[in-house]
């Protein structure tokens, strides 16, 4: 059975850092994505960060240049560093996992689309003061 567990979320002042961390377990993880979603107060879930495998990620557009997510295989983890954040990143952060077969992608390319994920850790909050 496919488990996710976050850690390393937490309080911060604006212009801080945080390093988010996700242990994978229940098999093995090549073939499938690692990433971050995130879902703030009366929001929708939305795309953080994913790799499909080791240095092939990509970042969601408003967030490139302050996040940085990798995933380590050997250990079956993903991590997000979150820098300079920002009062308006305060949310819980889910770690996500799922299969690349069968979604129709092109190759090298990264699902962000909260269907494209099977499997949900049970995520852990992320609360940025001004």
């Known amino acids: 059975q496919v488990q996710l567990v976050e850690s390393g979320g937490g309080q911060v002042q604006a212009g801080g850092s945080l390093r988010l961390s996700c242990a994978a377990s229940?098999?093995?993880?090549?073939?499938?994505?690692l990433g971050w979603f995130r879902q703030a107060p009366g929001k929708e879930r939305e795309f953080v960060a994913a790799?499909?495998?080791?240095?092939?990620?990509t970042t969601n557009d408003a967030d490139e240049g302050r996040f940085t997510v990798s995933r380590d295989d050997a250990q079956n983890m993903v991590f997000l560093q979150m820098n300079t954040l920002k009062p308006e990143d305060t949310a819980v952060y889910y770690c996500?996992?799922?299969?690349?077969?069968?979604?129709?992608?092109?190759?090298?390319?990264?699902?962000?689309?909260?269907?494209?994920?099977?499997?949900w850790g049970q995520g852990t909050h992320v609360t940025v003061s001004s």
């Open positions: 229940g098999r093995t993880f090549s073939g499938y994505a």
């Open positions: 790799c499909i495998t080791y240095g092939r990620c």
């Open positions: 996500a996992t799922g299969s690349l077969g069968g979604l129709g992608l092109r190759v090298g390319q990264i699902p962000k689309e909260r269907y494209e994920y099977e499997y």
